[in-house]
Every structure is written in C-alpha cells, then in structure tokens.
C-alpha cells in the first residue's frame, strides 16, 4: 500500500494534465485525416467508400464512449477519496465491459457489412471497397473498444503523458504502414484498413504496458471477472447520458448538414472547410474541458466542494483567453487558411464571413465544453443532456431551417443557429454550476469512504 500512500500526495497542475491531452487530441485529428490524404494518391473512389465506412466505425466508437467516460468520472473521484482499490476494480469492470461490447460490435461489423453500407445507396465498386475496409477495420473494433477504456483510465490516475505517447506512437504506425500499404505493395484500401488495424492493436498493447507500469495498486484477474453492480450502475450513470447528448449533437449536426445540403454543393464543400479550420479553435477547448474533469472529480471524491466550485471558475478564465486569442489569430488569417484548401473565390468570401462569426460562437463553446465536463466530472450528468436535447433540436436545427432557407441567410443563418444553441445551453449549464445543486450527485458516497 505504500505506493497507494505516496500516489495520493500526487496532484498535477491543470497546465500539466491539458498539455499532453491537447497534443493527444490534436494527434487524434490527424490520423483521422491521414488516411483520407494518403488514400487520395489512389483514387477519389477509395477516399470516398472510406469516408462512408468510417461514418459507420465512428457510431460504434461512439457506443465505447459511453463506458469510457463513466469509468474516468468514477476512477477520479474515487482516487480523490483515497479509495484506491474500489478505483482499481472500477477500472478491471470497465475493461471487461467494453471488452464484451467490442467483441459483439466486431462480429455485428463483418456479418452486417453489406446492409449497413447498402443504406448509403452506393455503386458496386465502393460498395466492394466500403465492405474491404469495414471487414478489417470493423472486425478489429475490439482493440478500439478496449483503448478507448485503457486511455481513459490512465488520464483518470493523471497519466495523461503516457496517453499522449500512445498517440504519438499509433500515428507513427499508422502513417508508415500507409507508406507500406500504397506505395510500395500497392494494397490500396486494403492496405490502409490493416494499417489503422496494426496501428490500433500496437496503441492497446502500449495502454497495457503503461497501466500495469504506472498504477500504484496493479489491476488483478479477479477485477476483470467480480461483477459489482453498484460499480457498474455508477458507470452508467454517467456514461449512458455522455452517450446520450453525443448522439443527441452528432445526429442534430447531420440534421443541419442535410439543410445545408439544400443551398448548394458549393456551401457543403464551404461548411467541410471552415469546420475544418473552426476544429483547432476547438482541441483548446476540449483539453481544458477535459483536464478540468479529471481535478474536479478528485475534488468531489475528497468532498472538496469549495475547491471544485472555484476550479471551475479558474478553468473558464484559462479557456476563454486561449479560446479568443487562437479565433482572432485565425479571423486575421481568414482568407490565407480557406486558400489552403480552394481557389474559388466564392467560398472563400463566404467562409471568410463564418469564421468572423467564430469570435462569438467558438467561447460559447468553450463554455459549454468546459461546464458540461465539470457537471459530468461531478455525477450530474443528467442535467447535461435533458437540456442538450432541448437546445439542439429545439435552437439549432430549427432555427438553422428558419435563419438559412425560408430567410435566404445562407450558411450564415445557419451559424447564428449555432452561436444562439452554444451560448444557450453555456449559460444554462453556467447557472447550474452556481447553484450547486451538483454537490448532491456525487457517485462516490461519503459515508462509504468512511467507512472503508
């Protein structure tokens, strides 16, 4: 137990825990778009039976997601309490969970392959390399499942550097088997699939060989197999309702792409750029929102609720300040960037307009981001996405139909639909952090940490 003892001593800056997790999503962005570029040297067909199999990996990541994010709340929180072996049979649980859901996604991927990309209506030549690709890397989804949980658990005991290694590492991987792949055995999609496999299998073994290094308390075989129901049902509790308002936001923005769709392939291709741009604004963001959940769920698992309260606050201050600078930095070099991608005129003056537009939209994100982490790092999940529900479908959308089609707005009308659900649902969450009412949700019970 004396390693247990001196990791409890152990807190880490917000700096040091948002910068490895900054790199590590900015890494993730990158070798989701590597395999797009490279496959673009053998034909616009492999790009886009790609694209289309991914949209279907990337939903079932999204099922992963939902245990991931439950055990990083519970593990922190039970960290901050000092209960280090609920923590690590929390984590074991975990494993085992997204182990078995990996399992049934992987085997549903190749027996359904055809069916599911039979409903994007494609020819028969994507269609054979949409079912290549979903074959090797659909099949392999249980690496995916299983890192997604072993990453999330090392963040959760503050070893976000070690995460951002992995990274590091399954780009490396990935981009060299690429290289391999297409230029020199000429294996064209097939190629690429099992090199994201090989990458993703190679990240797995990585998160392994780390979490039994780091952890103070390792993880044994009776913790992947001792099913606690209480344990789980904490998990859920936080991971069904993350689930829940990702799948709310993923679906409501495919929602306002199909109205985008409606004025025009010039404004789709105008919507990709700008997102594109719009998406490093965003990564700051994410790993402010991220790091904070890890210190506040400590806070709250040691009943530190004071120290939680104002984390938050300071956090805001941290990500509105990157936030602004990095949107006026890129509202200066507006046009220079949307060049990068395009020589029509046209979409660069309108892109130009939007990303103006994201000195007011991208801190109405931020504050969302950074908020609905800390609610969620607390227990109060819940909250969270009955109000993103209500936003999304009630703002967004609609007013994305009203401001973009029936006002002739344009892409414009539709980012101020943006702005107004951002802004809406920050402020709300904002008041809900105020108030407090999150001291009550607290998955870690503080009569219980007595008496253990």
């Excluded at 789980?232 to 985008?260: F, V």
Aim: aromatic fraction near 12%; charge should be positive.
């Amino acid at each position: 137990m004396g390693n247990a003892n001196e990791y409890s001593h152990r807190t880490l800056s917000l700096r040091a825990i948002t910068w490895p997790l900054f790199i590590e999503l900015f890494l993730q962005m990158i070798m989701g778009s590597t395999d797009t570029i490279m496959l673009s040297y053998v034909s616009d067909e492999a790009v886009a039976a790609v694209g289309v199999a991914n949209q279907i990996v990337f939903f079932a990541i999204l099922i992963f997601s939902f245990i991931s994010t439950g055990t990083a709340v519970l593990i922190s929180q039970y960290l901050g309490a000092s209960r280090h072996l609920d923590a690590k049979q929390a984590a074991g649980i975990s494993v085992t969970i997204n182990l078995g859901v990996g399992l049934l996604v992987s085997v549903l991927m190749v027996l359904l392959q055809k069916p599911m990309l039979g409903m994007f209506q494609l020819e028969s030549g994507l269609l054979g390399m949409g079912s290549t690709y979903l074959t090797i890397v659909g099949g392999t989804l249980f690496f995916q499942a299983l890192l997604v949980t072993v990453s999330s658990i090392l963040r959760a005991y503050q070893f976000t550097r070690e995460a951002m290694f992995v990274s590091i590492a399954m780009n490396i991987i990935n981009l060299a088997g690429n290289a391999v792949a297409i230029f020199l055995l000429d294996m064209g999609v097939q190629g690429v699939a099992i090199a994201t496999a090989v990458s993703r299998s190679a990240g797995l073994g990585l998160t392994f060989y780390f979490l039994y290094r780091r952890l103070p308390i390792k993880i044994v075989y009776s913790d992947y197999v001792s099913f606690r129901w209480q344990e789980i049902k904490k998990i859920l509790r936080i991971g069904l309702p993350a689930a829940g308002e990702q799948l709310s936001y993923n679906t409501s923005q495919m929602a306002m792409t199909a109205i985008i769709a409606l004025m025009g392939a010039a404004a789709l291709t105008t919507r990709v750029y700008t997102w594109n741009i719009m998406s490093f604004i965003l990564l700051f963001g994410l790993a402010i929102g991220q790091g904070t959940q890890i210190l506040i769920g400590y806070k709250v698992g040691g009943g530190d609720f004071e120290g939680a309260y104002r984390q938050l606050l300071k956090s805001l201050k941290y990500s509105f300040v990157i936030t602004i600078f990095i949107a006026i930095l890129i509202s200066i070099f507006r046009a220079d960037l949307l060049s990068l991608f395009t020589n029509n005129r046209q979409i660069i003056d309108v892109g130009s307009q939007l990303l103006l537009l994201c000195l007011i939209l991208e801190p109405g994100r931020t504050l969302n981001i950074v908020v609905i982490n800390s609610l969620r790092a607390t227990g109060d999940a819940a909250f969270t996405v009955i109000f993103g529900v209500i936003s999304m479908w009630g703002i967004a959308v609609p007013a994305s139909y009203i401001l973009g089609i029936q006002m002739g707005m344009g892409l414009t009308g539709v980012w101020i639909a943006f702005i107004a659900d951002e802004w809406f649902r920050g402020i709300i969450m904002y008041f809900r952090w105020r108030s407090r009412a999150w001291e009550k949700k607290a998955l870690v019970d503080k009569q219980e940490t007595a008496a253990s």
